[in-house]
């Protein structure tokens, strides 16, 4: 499969030395297609393959994910790599069965969890605004609903009265998370998963504003001295949040452009 020249070079430190690479993947608009309801993602067949292949040759293979590390696993369905879930607060190693979790935030999960219930009023429910539990995180969708502009409206508003109860929030791709008053952040699980292991290169590839977190902690990790070069790869969707095209080191054309840097990764 010929790549166009940037995404080959880009690519041509990992595959010249795949066991003192790293490959990092967000999974949502990434490895498994953007859908109407979250719980329906999956990763597809065709681009599975190529990531058992890359699992097997490359020093470390991780999906980052914003979901539950399980829940990032089971839409995968790939058990022998490394999960780092909830932003970076989980990480659920290759054949593992129990997640490891910050303690900190796990302090705060029935905090979150009491505030969820009592936020998803009957107006959220009339507007078909679903909530996804998260254990420290709460999540509030709104893509697929009837009047998406007044379903968004209503998030905002719960927004607001989030932050003035002392939570913080984050806005995804047509989602509003609610967390705990603590740095919870895709970099920092990057820089907690390779910290130390001896890797030249990695490279992370993510569609959406929290992916640039993980940009930035590998970015760190060049300038502490733990990587050799780190490759940033945004992927492109109708929602691409400009700030992400900004900051990528190239861009590829979605979930199927995933497929081929996975094609051309496994050799």
Not at 35 to 51: F, I, K, N, S
Not at 120 to 147: M, S, Y
Request: glycine fraction near 8%; hydrophobic fraction near 45%; include cysteine.
């Amino acid at each position: 499969m010929a790549l166009a020249p940037p995404l080959a070079d880009a690519l041509a430190p990992l595959i010249a030395d795949p066991s003192a690479a790293a490959v990092l993947l967000d999974v949502d608009g990434t490895l498994a297609p953007i859908v109407r309801h979250a719980d329906d993602a999956h990763v597809p067949e065709p681009t599975r393959m190529p990531l058992i292949r890359v699992a097997k040759r490359y020093g470390v293979v991780a999906c980052v994910s914003g979901r539950r590390s399980a829940v990032a696993r089971r839409i995968v369905s790939l058990g022998s790599i490394t999960y780092i879930g909830n932003h970076g607060t989980e990480v659920l190693r290759g054949g593992a069965t129990e997640a490891e979790v910050d303690p900190e935030v796990a302090e705060w999960g029935e905090r979150v969890r009491a505030w969820a219930r009592k936020a998803q009023t009957e107006e959220l429910d009339r507007l078909r605004v679903r909530a996804e539990d998260k254990q420290a995180i709460a999540a509030f969708h709104w893509r697929g609903a009837p009047d998406e502009p007044a379903a968004e409206a209503a998030v905002q508003a719960l927004a607001a009265r989030a932050e003035s109860e002392g939570f913080h929030t984050h806005w995804g791709r047509k989602v509003l998370e609610v967390r705990p008053p603590l740095p919870m952040d895709k970099g920092r699980g990057v820089e907690r998963l390779l910290t130390g292991a001896g890797l030249a290169v990695a490279l992370y590839a993510g569609d959406d504003r929290t992916d640039l977190d993980a940009f930035a902690g590998l970015r760190r990790l060049v300038e502490a001295g733990e990587l050799g070069a780190a490759v940033c790869v945004g992927v492109r969707s109708d929602e691409t949040p400009p700030e992400l095209e900004a900051a990528a080191d190239l861009m590829v054309d979605g979930p199927a452009g995933v497929r081929d840097l996975l094609i051309a990764l496994a050799g």
